[in-house]
């Protein structure tokens, strides 16, 4: 069975460079309606609707001027080589001869990178936006526009998280794009991309947005806008404009299992890229907030064993000792509801929320715990200086109980860094089903602390159908749903 990938959206140019695929969309205001037909006599034809489809050209003819072709090269270490050198000849006898030979053949080498990616003016006096992979590794960027004059660029700063980049030209009255509000788009409206797929630059493509608020794998400060746009390598970095002719996303990736485009792209928000954009070109940094928790998604089956009537929320796994969540009071079991009074559907939105708030702020949560709601403050911490602001627990297993428990040792208890619970010997039946593994350590049901096999048969009785454990699987905490049906 084939399998798909997500992939970045740069393209390679030459022996060796990076594998980047990218989208993008924009489209006009101008609209041109197709006209009816009729076989029947006008006196007594009834009128047809008609279909009015978007024109881009205004768009790519304005605004085209302002995306640039993004070229990068330098040096890409390789893995191990054949390497045979005539100042190297060593006697078969001598014991060193094997030894250096291997020696030889596992020295890595540097081989020329070259890769395309591309950009958007977004000041005049020469600052471009593009994608952080764009520009990964680069020893030298250049920047060539539609006019064919060539820039040498600087990298101001990038920002891997968001996979933003600032670029900076020494160009003055340079064409600029118009930046809009992402979160004023709607899903199915119209929006066209301009990049360089394939080195071919300058180029259009179009499509619709298909869904909003996106998360995708190790991208936890990005809500990506999904579109149906044709993109492939080399759009990266390029823009996706709106009807109005306004940049709302930076195409990024594209879904694919053969490294092209296969209808779902994605595009990092405006609005985010230009508040990294702004820290980039001040600090050549970015500063986000830590709230220093593991966070996981609210499922159906969690919901009903905390009670709560609708399945949302950020469920905290796990707090980190002595970090901001845990100074403010916040527990393993805590559902994050709202944040700064804005509703939290869904756990993939609290990364983007607490990393847009600068270190050492207030922030106001509302927490749902054991069954009533209460306000919680927390002054974030920096999350360049410590972990990450909230992390994803990782992927919810559904079971019922089925479990064979005992207390650890107190040298289990030290290696797993826990003060009690009890460690899974085996499983069985729904157990197993849910993932639960012999290793495993139940620490909490109901978020009530488990600290001996007759407490937790005890509480999993009272509980009724649906509870939900709390894991520790590795260094890992999340919590599984149990159908106790």
């Known amino acids: 069975m084939n399998t798909t990938k997500l992939r970045t959206s740069a393209m390679a140019v030459g022996a060796v460079s990076l594998l980047a695929l990218g989208y993008g969309f924009g489209s006009s205001a101008i609209g041109r309606t197709a006209p009816s037909t009729s076989t029947a006599s006008s006196e007594t034809s009834a009128p047809r609707n008609t279909v009015a489809l978007p024109d881009f050209s205004s768009i790519v003819a304005q605004y085209g001027p302002a995306v640039v072709n993004v070229r990068v090269s330098g040096m890409m270490r390789t893995g191990a080589h054949q390497w045979h050198s005539p100042n190297f000849n060593f006697d078969e006898n001598d014991p060193f001869s094997q030894f250096f030979r291997q020696f030889q053949q596992q020295m890595p080498q540097e081989t020329p990178m070259h890769g395309i990616g591309s950009g958007f003016i977004v000041s005049s006096d020469g600052i471009i ?46 064409p600029v794009v118009k930046i809009g509000d992402a979160g004023r788009e709607r899903v199915g409206e119209w929006a066209v991309a301009i990049g360089a797929p394939f080195g071919f630059e ?15 794998p190790n991208q936890g400060y990005v809500q990506f806008i999904q579109t149906d746009v044709p993109v492939n390598p080399g759009n990266s970095g390029g823009p996706l404009f709106n009807l109005n002719g306004e940049v709302v996303g930076i195409n990024s990736q ?5 490294g092209g485009y296969q209808g779902v792209s994605f595009a990092i928000p405006i609005n985010l890229a230009m508040q990294v954009e702004q820290q980039l070109v001040k600090n050549g940094k970015v500063e986000r ?30 707090v980190t000792p002595g970090g901001p969540g845990d100074k403010a009071g916040l527990q393993s079991g805590d559902v994050i509801l709202k944040f700064n009074g804005q509703d939290v559907a869904d756990a993939g939105q609290l990364p983007s929320m607490v990393g847009g708030v600068a270190p050492g702020d207030t922030v106001h949560l509302t927490v749902w715990r054991k069954g009533s709601q209460r306000d919680v403050q927390v002054k974030l911490g920096d999350a360049n200086a410590g972990q990450t602001l909230a992390t994803s627990a990782g992927e919810e297993g559904k079971a019922r109980l089925g479990l064979a428990v005992r207390p650890l040792s107190s040298d289990e208890r030290s290696q797993a860094d826990v003060s009690g619970g009890l460690v899974v010997e085996s499983v069985s039946g729904p157990a197993a089903k849910a993932g639960i593994e012999p290793g495993d350590i139940v620490l909490a049901l109901n978020g009530q602390p488990v600290t001996s096999v007759s407490q937790l048969r005890e509480q999993a009785a009272k509980a009724g159908h649906q509870i939900a454990l709390l894991i520790q699987h590795d260094d890992a905490r999340v919590f599984v749903p149990l159908d106790l049906g």
């Open 202 to 216: 300058n180029t259009a493509t179009a499509g619709i947005i298909s869904a909003k608020a996106r998360s995708l």
């Open 289 to 318: 907030g830590q709230l220093g928790v593991s966070i996981q998604s609210v499922d159906q089956s969690l919901a009903q064993s905390f009670g709560l009537k609708e399945a949302e929320g950020a469920l905290i796994s796990s």
């Open 254 to 258: 594209i879904y694919s299992g053969s």
């Open 129 to 174: 936006l593009t994608n952080a992979h764009v520009v990964d590794g680069a020893e030298q960027v250049s920047v060539k526009l539609t006019d064919k004059r060539e820039f040498q660029a600087r990298v101001l700063g990038k920002d891997k998280a968001t996979d933003i980049a600032v670029l900076k030209i020494d160009a003055r009255n340079l």
